[in-house]
Each structure stands twice: as structure tokens, then as C-alpha cells.
Nanobody, 121 residues
Framework: VQLVESGGGLVQPGGSLRLSCATS????????MSWYRQAPGKERNEREL???????????DYADSVKGRFTISRDNAKNTVYLQMNSLKPEDTAVYYC????????????WGKGTLVTVSS
């Protein structure tokens, strides 16, 4: 199983980025997909859940800190999940990770290696 994030980079405050997470080796629609972020200086167990989308894409949820600015979506034909990030703020600076959580097997999940987003002028 592989999860590969892309699309990170340096952006000015107020700008936008679109992150992608391409997956392989799993039945994509059988997994809820989430984006997490780990801010500089934070430990792995301090990762923040940013957004989640169900297997069919019919339901989404967001952290209060990103509601109205970020949009999670998925393309099950491409086995890919996206995070559209608008109105970016310096406090959005973090490494962004995608996570796949199985509906079929309790406790089974996979993580990508992350992509760095830096919001700075």
C-alpha cells in the first residue's frame, strides 16, 4: 500500500494550494480518507485532524480552524483524495499527511509521508 502526497510548497498569506494524495494497493472506496497536519515543533502525536471524507464522498467533516477555507474531495476512479486550501494563513504552515482508514478491518490504517506547506510573505 502506498499513499503519496504532493502539491505542497511556499505560498503567500491569502493564497491557495491544492494538495493531492494518490493511493495504490488498496480498495480505495473502502477507506475513509483524512488529511492531518503537523506544525513545526510538534510531535507526531500532536498531529491535527484537518478534514475527513467518507468512502463514497458523500460526507465530509472539518476542523473549526479550516472550515470555510479548505475543501476535501476524492476521485474514486483515480484513487486520489484532494485538499483545496484557500485563504491560507501563516498558522496553516505544517507538514500535511493523508491517512486511509479501513471500514472493513478495525484499526487498519495507512499514512503517507507528508508534503510541506509553508505560508509566508
Amino acid at each position: 500500500v502506498q499513499l503519496v502526497e504532493s502539491g505542497g510548497g511556499l505560498v503567500q498569506p491569502g493564497g491557495s494550494l491544492r494538495l493531492s494524495c494518490a493511493t495504490s494497493g488498496l480498495t480505495f472506496s473502502s477507506y475513509a480518507m483524512s488529511w492531518y497536519r503537523q506544525a513545526p515543533g510538534k510531535e507526531r502525536n500532536e498531529r491535527e485532524l484537518v478534514a475527513t471524507i467518507t468512502g463514497g464522498g458523500g460526507s465530509t467533516d472539518y476542523a473549526d480552524s479550516v472550515k470555510g477555507r479548505f475543501t476535501i474531495s476524492r476521485d474514486n476512479a483515480k484513487n486520489t483524495v484532494y485538499l483545496q486550501m484557500n485563504s491560507l494563513k501563516p498558522e496553516d504552515t505544517a507538514v500535511y499527511y493523508c491517512k486511509a482508514t479501513s471500514y472493513s478491518y478495525r484499526g487498519l490504517s495507512y499514512w503517507g509521508k507528508g508534503t510541506l506547506v509553508t505560508v509566508s510573505s
